[in-house]
């Protein structure tokens, strides 16, 4: 390791805790679309954008030149002490887009699980109802009410003592881990006979695509029939898009793809180009539950934040990147059948839209492709319930050129870790 990065990793350790997992061993320096630079001049291909933060690329000139105008302007007054036209504007194109059924209303935060958890107080107070439903595997955040949502023990909830009260977990319909949308359907009833009423019940909470979980895409008849469920019951339907949106799966949300409508998104990530802005929409009747001041935060919508969310929506406009998204993903996949083809260890392939994952036997394995991609200058993650899924979020603007030198550093992978 170079001895600028040792001593700063020497550093960190001493200043920074341990709970703070850190993938790489190198620092960055600076960073322009889809490359990444460290501190020793080493380049980097990016396949991880921030964890599907970076749609529109590092540092796209339109979200620059919009950031570097509101500064000029002012940079904060608390929306709810000052307000500004920009957030009024934001929320009514997202309004306008959000495959939400009837009028709708978007509020702005900071974080997704800020989000998630602003959701959760909006179906509790729409519905008076107080029980939450989730889904194994799923991932909401690390906040305690997210953190009780969160389908997976280790390492987000593990060590933190008890949990918030009244959160359930259902069976995601994963077809290829023998999860039919039957068994997804009747182990939500399950929770109703023998955990939680029904009437109890004011949410159930799901992401569209897993994210960490390992891109598992949900069947259009598990949301038809769990949308029958809910209506059955008065409960509603949050579909946490904090990963998902924003041009990622081919849509501007993943829930375009699909006829069922949700009651309430929520979204983070990618809205913010690289700025942290979060946000929940959803049918006005639900949204205007809570009294004055039940929402809100500090830094909730921030002005720069909100300048760089709306050159965000005008670049995904402009340079097509939902349809960009298609045709990358189509490419990648394309990719990913041959290396199937050619070894035994890929489980399977799931993808919508550029949300592509391959799935392969161990963990190991994957950790090997993701050690000898980054060796070579392609960084690239590792998710999944046993950390054996590689997912793929690389900017939607990246360069054609250098997305393919970046899928033949992936093979060379597949190649010596076959041969391992």
Same mark, same amino acid.
């Given at each position: 390791?170079?001895?600028? *990065?040792?001593?700063?990793?020497?550093?960190?350790?001493?200043?920074?805790?341990?709970?703070?997992?850190?993938?790489?061993? $190198?620092?960055?320096?600076?960073?322009?679309?889809?490359?990444? $630079?460290?501190?020793?001049?080493?380049?980097?291909?990016?396949?991880?954008?921030?964890?599907?933060?970076?749609?529109?690329?590092?540092?796209?000139?339109?979200?620059?030149?919009?950031?570097?105008?509101? %500064?000029?302007?002012?940079?904060?007054?608390?929306?709810?002490?000052?307000?500004?036209? #920009?957030?009024?504007?934001?929320?009514?194109?997202?309004?306008?887009?959000?495959?939400?059924?009837?009028?709708?209303?978007?509020?702005?935060?900071?974080?997704?699980?800020?989000?998630?958890?602003?959701?959760?107080?909006?179906?509790?107070?729409?519905?008076?109802?107080?029980?939450?439903?989730?889904?194994? +595997?799923?991932? *909401?955040? /690390?906040?305690?009410?997210?953190?009780?949502?969160?389908?997976?023990?280790?390492?987000?909830? /593990?060590?933190?003592?008890?949990?918030? #009260?009244?959160?359930?977990?259902?069976?995601?319909?994963?077809? #290829?881990?023998?999860?039919?949308?039957?068994?997804?359907?009747?182990?939500?009833?399950?929770?109703?006979?023998?955990?939680?009423?029904? *009437?109890?019940?004011?949410?159930?909470?799901?992401?569209?695509?897993?994210?960490?979980?390992?891109?598992?895409?949900?069947?259009?008849?598990?949301?038809?029939?769990?949308?029958?469920?809910?209506?059955?019951?008065?409960?509603?339907?949050?579909?946490?898009?904090?990963?998902?949106?924003?041009?990622?799966?081919?849509?501007?949300?993943?829930?375009?793809?699909?006829?069922?409508?949700?009651?309430?998104?929520?979204?983070?990530?990618?809205?913010?180009?690289?700025?942290?802005?979060?946000?929940?929409?959803?049918?006005?009747?639900?949204?205007?539950?809570? +009294?004055?001041?039940?929402?809100?935060?500090?830094?909730?919508?921030?002005?720069?934040?909100?300048?760089?969310?709306?050159?965000?929506?005008?670049?995904?406009?402009?340079?097509? %990147?939902?349809?960009?998204?298609?045709?990358?993903?189509?490419?990648?996949?394309?990719?990913? +059948?041959?290396?199937?083809?050619?070894?035994?260890?890929?489980?399977?392939?799931?993808?919508?839209? #550029?949300?592509?994952?391959?799935?392969?036997?161990?963990?190991?394995?994957?950790?090997?492709?993701?050690?000898?991609?980054?060796?070579?200058?392609?960084?690239?993650?590792?998710?999944?319930?046993?950390?054996?899924?590689?997912?793929?979020?690389?900017?939607?603007?990246?360069?054609?050129?250098?997305?393919?030198?970046? %899928?033949?550093?992936?093979?060379?992978?597949?190649?010596?870790?076959?041969?391992?």
């Amino acid at each position: 390791m170079d001895s600028k *990065h040792s001593a700063l990793n020497a550093r960190k350790l001493k200043a920074t805790p341990r709970g703070v997992g850190v993938m790489c061993q $190198w620092y960055a320096e600076k960073a322009e679309n889809s490359t990444i $630079w460290d501190a020793e001049g080493n380049q980097y291909t990016d396949f991880a954008g921030g964890i599907a933060v970076l749609n529109t690329g590092h540092r796209h000139p339109k979200i620059i030149a919009a950031v570097t105008e509101q %500064l000029t302007k002012f940079t904060h007054t608390a929306y709810q002490v000052v307000p500004y036209e #920009s957030y009024v504007s934001l929320a009514e194109r997202i309004n306008a887009r959000a495959p939400i059924a009837g009028e709708a209303k978007t509020t702005f935060f900071s974080t997704g699980a800020e989000a998630v958890e602003n959701a959760v107080k909006i179906a509790r107070s729409y519905t008076g109802r107080h029980g939450i439903v989730t889904f194994g +595997n799923g991932f *909401h955040g /690390r906040s305690f009410m997210t953190m009780a949502m969160t389908g997976k023990t280790a390492p987000y909830k /593990r060590d933190f003592g008890v949990m918030p #009260s009244g959160v359930f977990h259902a069976r995601y319909p994963v077809e #290829s881990k023998g999860i039919t949308v039957d068994a997804a359907i009747e182990s939500i009833e399950d929770i109703f006979a023998e955990d939680i009423a029904a *009437h109890d019940v004011a949410a159930i909470v799901l992401e569209p695509v897993q994210g960490e979980g390992g891109f598992n895409v949900v069947p259009a008849e598990f949301l038809k029939r769990l949308r029958a469920l809910c209506d059955q019951h008065g409960i509603l339907i949050i579909a946490d898009e904090v990963q998902t949106g924003f041009a990622r799966t081919g849509k501007l949300f993943a829930m375009d793809h699909y006829e069922t409508k949700a009651d309430l998104i929520t979204m983070a990530k990618s809205l913010g180009g690289g700025f942290p802005i979060s946000g929940v929409v959803g049918r006005a009747e639900v949204m205007d539950a809570p +009294n004055p001041g039940g929402l809100g935060g500090t830094y909730a919508g921030n002005p720069v934040a909100v300048a760089s969310a709306h050159a965000v929506l005008d670049v995904i406009e402009e340079e097509g %990147l939902c349809e960009r998204a298609n045709v990358l993903g189509a490419e990648l996949v394309e990719v990913l +059948n041959e290396l199937k083809q050619s070894s035994s260890t890929v489980q399977e392939i799931r993808a919508l839209g #550029s949300m592509v994952a391959i799935e392969l036997e161990t963990a190991d394995q994957a950790k090997a492709i993701q050690n000898y991609a980054m060796q070579n200058g392609l960084l690239i993650l590792t998710c999944g319930r046993y950390g054996n899924v590689i997912r793929f979020l690389y900017p939607l603007t990246i360069p054609a050129e250098q997305f393919r030198a970046g %899928l033949n550093i992936l093979k060379q992978g597949f190649a010596l870790s076959a041969a391992a």
